[in-house]
T-cell receptor, first 111, second 110 residues
Framework: DAGVIQSPRHEVTEMGQEVTLRCKPI?????LFWYRQTMMRGLELLIY????????DSGMPEDRFSAKMPNASFSTLKIQPSEPRDSAVYFC?????????FGPGTRLTVT | ELKVEQNPLFLSMQEGKNYTIYCNYS?????LYWYRQDPGKSLESLFV?????AVKQEGRLMASLDTKARLSTLHITAAVHDLSATYFC??????????FGTGTRLTIIP
């Protein structure tokens, strides 16, 4: 299995632009999680899906952030408009209800 | 409030020495995870602890869980340089949501 796949691996964009991060979970996993990691705040859960349905989005920082999971093999996290404080590493993880497996992350820099 | 606290935050130790990282959490849970993260890399699962008294070992690392004390430990035996990394504990307080500790940055000095 290829593991959790994320793209792009690095993204540099200007303030105000739309950013879309993509994730392909491990086949057969029924839960998907989006995390953000920064030096100041550590690892934060933004949102998670179970069977493609958003279960808890209480960690989404504000309305500029949105996430979708149109099918079991694909999810997106969108930031519109982006701001410099959104600069972070964004991880996607998928779970088989026993353990979460993390993707390689997307390093986002907003200038 | 759901909180997970790790200590120490930073640990510098010599090769060959033993040490323990502690993970305390605020409320009842019997699912705790340890992850390793190398600089610029993703999180790698080390241990899954699912019951009181659970103990797991892999090489020079051993993790244990005491759900009554709300405490998990990660013990390092005879440290080697390859163990230098940041170690996170994470607690599932329900519904598969993980709350992560702050991490312990471990540096092994030759």
């Amino acid at each position: 299995d290829a593991g959790v796949i994320q793209s792009p691996r690095h993204e540099v964009t200007e303030m105000g632009q739309e950013v879309t991060l993509r994730c392909k979970p491990i086949s057969g996993h029924n839960s998907l999680f989006w995390y953000r990691q920064t030096m100041m705040r550590g690892l934060e859960l933004l949102i998670y899906f179970n069977n493609n349905v958003p279960i808890d989005d209480s960690g989404m920082p504000e309305d500029r952030f949105s996430a979708k999971m149109p099918n079991a093999s694909f999810s997106t996290l969108k930031i519109q408009p982006s701001e410099p404080r959104d600069s972070a590493v964004y991880f996607c993880a998928s779970s088989n209800s026993y353990e979460q497996y993390f993707g390689p992350g997307t390093r986002l820099t907003v200038t | 409030e759901l909180k997970v606290e790790q200590n120490p935050l930073f640990l510098s130790m010599q090769e060959g020495k033993n040490y323990t990282i502690y993970c305390n959490y605020s409320t009842t849970s019997d699912r705790l995870y340890w992850y390793r993260q190398d600089p610029g890399k993703s999180l790698e699962s080390l241990f899954v602890l699912l019951s009181n008294g659970a103990v797991k070992q892999e090489g020079r690392l051993m993790a244990s869980l005491d759900t009554k004390a709300r405490l998990s430990t990660l013990h390092i035996t005879a440290a080697v340089h390859d163990l230098s990394a940041t170690y996170f504990c994470a607690v599932d307080f329900g519904n598969e949501k993980l709350t992560f500790g702050t991490g312990t940055r471990l540096t092994i000095i030759p």
